[in-house]
């Protein structure tokens, strides 16, 4: 257990880290172009593209983050590795290469199915 909730903070850590250095980017507001340049429509998609990427990122970072730290209390209450709709066990293949995944392989198909 004490290896469990190292990954999972070390992934936590990890994640926070990516997360402070997204923030250092350079928006689309924050770009200064020179007077005499010239940016066309592809300029201004790519750049706004760009800038929506980075957005997607912090927004995916900080669902990843939550989701760790949710991992981590159910370490600590003892709940890890049930889930959390229909609190059967999680296969082991499935923590391992999802740590911090809260239902098993069935629950979480009928989430993304939307069925109840």
Do not use: F, N
Request: charged residues 35%.
């Amino acid at each position: 257990m004490k290896e469990l909730r190292r990954r999972l903070e070390r992934e936590r850590q990890a994640a926070a880290a990516r997360l402070r250095q997204l923030g250092g980017q350079i928006t689309l507001e924050e770009v200064a172009t020179p007077a005499d340049s010239v940016w066309d429509e592809a300029d201004h998609i790519q750049a706004s593209e760009q800038r929506e990427m980075g957005l997607m990122s912090r927004e995916r970072l900080i669902e990843r983050i939550e989701r760790l730290t949710a991992a981590l209390k159910r370490v600590e209450d003892g709940t890890y590795g049930t889930c959390v709709e229909c609190d059967k066990s999680i296969g082991q293949a499935r923590l391992k290469a999802i740590p911090e995944v809260a239902t098993c392989v069935s629950c979480q198909e009928k989430i993304e199915r939307g069925v109840e």
